[in-house]
Every structure is written in C-alpha cells, then in structure tokens.
C-alpha cells in the first residue's frame, strides 16, 4: 500500500491491468480458436457430470446450498491458477430484454431528475440522494487509516447541510460536483485519469451525474480486482484445503461425483498395463505374478491423457473439470508446436548441419511457420493450402540461409524431395510426426516424474528448436497438475487403491493353490 495514505488508490493503479489482452498470432497462435473452444466444450449439464442412479431427489434449499459451494470454490480455484483473473462488469447482449428494460429504468431515472432540477424552483430531492450514494461510494474505497480524507468527505458531503441549503436556495451543485470529481481524481487508478479529466469537461447537471456513477463503477471494479491480487498469496495457502473441503461436501451430496475420475484413472492403469513388456519364463506361467504399477506412474499417465483427449466425445474427469479450458487450450498449442518442429526437422534434415547450428535462422524459420500455422485447429483453416505456401517459404528461407553463409543452395531435385516430406506431414500416420510427438510426451513425462524439483529435465533429440516452447507449455503444465494432486491426491489414491488391488486379486479368483 502506499505510503501516502491519502493517496490510497496510486499503489493500486497497476493492479487493474489485465494479462488477458488480445496478442498477436506469434505470441499467442492459439489465441483465435479460445472462444471455439469455450464453445464446443461440454459444459456440466451436457455430460460432463455423473448421473445419479437411482435419482435422489433433494430440496431447493439443498441444490441452491450446493451450487453455492461449487460456485465458491471455482471462484477461489480460479483467483489461485489465473494470475490474469479479474472481475470484469457484466455485459448485457445488445437486443435482449434484460438490455432493454434496464436502459429504459434508467432513462426514466434521469429525466424524472432533469424534471426536478428544471422546476421553478428546482427539487434537490433526487439530487440530494445521489450525492448520498456517492458519499458512501467514496467512503469505501477508504482504508482506517485515510482519517483526513474521510474527514473531507464527511464535511462536504454533509446531507443534512446540504437539504438546508437546498431548502434555502442556497445550494450550489457544481460546487458539490467540483469536490466529489476532484476526490474521485485522488482515489482513482491510473488508467481512470482519463475518464476524470473527461468528467471535468460536462457542463450539465444530469450529464455529469450519469458520468459520475459511470466511472464510480469502474473504480469500484478497480479496488475489486486490487483486493483479488491482495488476497491471492494468501488465498494460495488456504486455498487446497478450502477446493477439497468444497468438493467433498459435493461428494457427500452426489456419492458418485468420482465416476468419470475411476474411468479415467482405470483408463491410464490398463493403457500403462497394455506397454508392459510381456512376462518370460516362471512369471509367464503362474497367474499371480503380474507386475505391479505403481500408484504415482498411473497418476502421471493419466494426466498426460489429458493433452490427448477427445474433449466432444468423452466427459472430462470431475476433478479436473474446472481446469478443462486450461488442458485444451495447451493440448491445441502442443499439437501446433509438434507439427512445427516436424516441419523444422525435416528442413533442417534437407538443409544439413550448415543451418541448423545458427540460432537466428532457426528462430526466423520457426516464426514464419508459427505464424502460418495459427488457427490451425479453426474449422475454416485448410492445411493443403497452408502446407504449399510453407514449402515454398521453407524452401526460400533455406536456400537463402545457405548462400548468406556461403553454401550452396539446393538443387531443384532436393527442392522437390523437400517439399514433398513437408506435405506427406499431413498425413496423421507420419512417421516424423509421430517421433516428435512421442518425444515431447517422454519430455513432459519425465518432468512430472520430477516432483517438485526446480531444475527441467534434458529435451529429447530432435526437439532443440522448439525447446524453448515446449519449456514454456511444460512449465505451465507442470504447475497446474501438481496443483491439481496436492487438492485430490486424498481421492486419487483411494481410487487408485480400488483398481490396482482389483487386478491383482483377479487372476487369483477361482483358482486354488497348489500344494
């Protein structure tokens, strides 16, 4: 906070700054495809809850009680993961009714108050209420210790004086106007300078008063979104506790709120089961000697799932729910990073060991073919057309790179050989393709098997030009997940526990020892 106390909004003013403005396709080439993906994920009352069975019926008072609690604790979920989190204003569709009706209700506000104020004598009465509502705005943004400046707001701001004069015709409302501006100036953040010094240049009543509640309201979202970055180091601490106390008082409502997480975790433990190398020998023969997985591998598998799922066909686990946006949005950035080091591959692979050491081509290389390959995943995007305006930029690119250092460009038959295993890459069965992609699961494997150690493991070969993006969707990865095990680890074991006991008992069913 500042140490100027009557000056409490300028240690704010950064804090309103949002982490979420529109970027670029380079910086953010998935950014185009984030409202398709809000759109075409199941959202809870499309599947992506279990269905009780039987169905238990509940009360309203329990249902509002429990959509209270989940609403709570994605709201903490959220200020905890999204550093970028703030509280936004609402937004009405433009044509609805709810749109409608308001701005009606309000017109109908502001000119019963012009009404008044052009009476001979002017009425103060709606006047006198708004200035109320003002005061108390500005005695909110107020810490205890702005002793001086509420005492100034207190003093000219006074009701009680201010109907006297009004009673007496002695009331002068630009006055009041001129204060409560000047005082909004020393609340306000700095990205709301703009809006005061507009607030300064309306001449009418009524104008001035819509202008005023209007930037209250900004700065209210201001100090809301200042209290959120306050609080989230503090929130972070309390906030494991607090998700898996929500959740399990959702398990107690709904005892079947694991169903679709058992599913999952069943998946990844029989997918895990099926890459076991086959039993020799003894173990071959006896039934009860079937490796055991471990508890944490089957975790971690399962999670790297996630980054493979088929988000419109399969319901996402309960307890990754809330981060479901989060995972696809990283799934669509790795699948375009991987095509993107297959195409940087086999250039470099055509180009030989002459380019491929220098770090300026490589960066230059990989941000045309980022950039052409943004929005990828959008339904309109059609990857023949893309993949020929790459070839020829690859090809220009290299041979450019190559007569720049002083090689000799490629002939006309490597050109052609180039171009045709950068186009053969759309094919989803490549085998380049699939070697990048197994390579970047065996990387972001290994750096969940790495706990919480700080260091990143070594990049597998052939992913050193996308290493510094793989680092950075890995690290994101990373945090999210272990910030998913340290609220649900409890449920996750007690699950794992049930599946991995289940089959190594099965076998042993049914068939006697021998003696």
Not at 2 to 31: H, I, M, T, V
Not at 361 to 375: C, D, E, M, S, Y
Not at 466 to 490: G, H, W
């Amino acid at each position: 906070m500042s140490q100027d106390q009557d000056k409490p909004g300028r240690s704010e003013r950064n804090s309103s700054e949002s982490e979420d403005d529109p970027q670029d396709a380079l910086d953010n080439p998935e950014q185009s495809v984030r409202k398709k993906i809000r759109q075409d994920t199941p959202s809870p009352s499309r599947g992506s809850m279990p269905q009780a069975s039987p169905p238990q019926f509940v009360s309203v008072e329990e249902l509002m009680e429990t959509a209270k609690g989940v609403t709570n604790m994605v709201l903490a979920h959220e200020i905890v993961v999204n550093g970028g989190f703030q509280i936004k204003p609402a937004e009405l569709p433009e044509n609805s009714l709810e749109k409608r009706v308001r701005d009606i209700v309000h017109k109908a506000f502001w000119d019963c108050l012009e009404t008044q104020l052009k009476e001979d004598p002017p009425s103060y009465d709606h006047a006198i209420k708004l200035v109320g509502e003002i005061k108390e705005a500005l005695l909110s943004f107020l810490l205890p210790g702005h002793t001086r400046l509420r005492n100034q707001i207190t003093e000219a701001l006074d009701l009680e004086l201010i109907k006297q004069e009004a009673e007496n015709g002695a009331l002068d409302i630009s006055k009041l106007a001129e204060f409560i501006i000047g005082m909004m100036g020393t609340l306000c953040a700095p990205a709301r300078d703009e809006e005061i010094k507009k607030l300064k240049e309306i001449r009418e009543i009524v104008p001035l008063f819509r202008a005023i509640f209007s930037v209250l309201d900004l700065m209210k979202m201001d100090m809301a979104n200042f209290a959120v970055s306050s609080i989230r180091p503090h929130l972070m601490q309390q906030s494991v506790e607090y998700e898996r106390k929500k959740f399990q008082e959702l398990y107690e409502k709904q005892p079947d709120s694991l169903a679709f997480v058992t599913e999952w975790l069943q998946g990844a433990a029989d997918d895990l089961r099926s890459r076991l190398p086959p039993a020799v020998g003894e173990a071959a023969a006896s039934p009860r000697r079937i490796p055991a997985l471990c508890p944490l591998a089957v975790q971690n598998h399962a999670y790297l799932r996630l980054l493979k799922w088929e988000h419109l066909q399969k319901p996402f686990p309960e307890t990754v729910l809330m981060d479901q946006t989060r995972f696809q949005e990283m799934q669509l950035e790795l699948d375009q990073l991987i095509f993107t080091g297959a195409v940087l591959l086999v250039a470099f692979n055509a180009a030989g060991t002459a380019l491929s050491g220098l770090p300026g081509f490589t960066h230059k290389l990989k941000t045309a073919i980022r950039v052409l390959l943004a929005g990828r995943h959008l339904p309109s995007f059609n990857l023949t057309e893309t993949l020929a305006t790459i070839c020829e930029k690859v090809c220009a690119e290299v041979n450019g790179g190559l007569s720049q250092h002083g090689f000799t460009p490629l002939t006309p038959e490597k050109e052609t050989v180039l171009k045709g295993q950068i186009q053969a890459l759309a094919n989803p069965d490549n085998s380049i393709c699939k070697l990048i992609d197994s390579r970047t699961q065996v990387f972001l494997e290994s750096y969940l098997a790495s706990g919480y150690q700080k260091s990143i493991p070594a990049v597998p070969g052939g992913l050193g030009p996308i290493q510094r993006e793989l680092e950075e969707i890995a690290v994101k990865y990373v945090r999210l997940v272990n910030y998913n095990k340290m609220v649900f680890s409890p449920y996750y074991d007690a699950v794992l526990s049930n599946i991995l006991n289940k089959e190594e008992t099965a076998p042993l069913q049914g068939k006697p020892e021998e003696d």
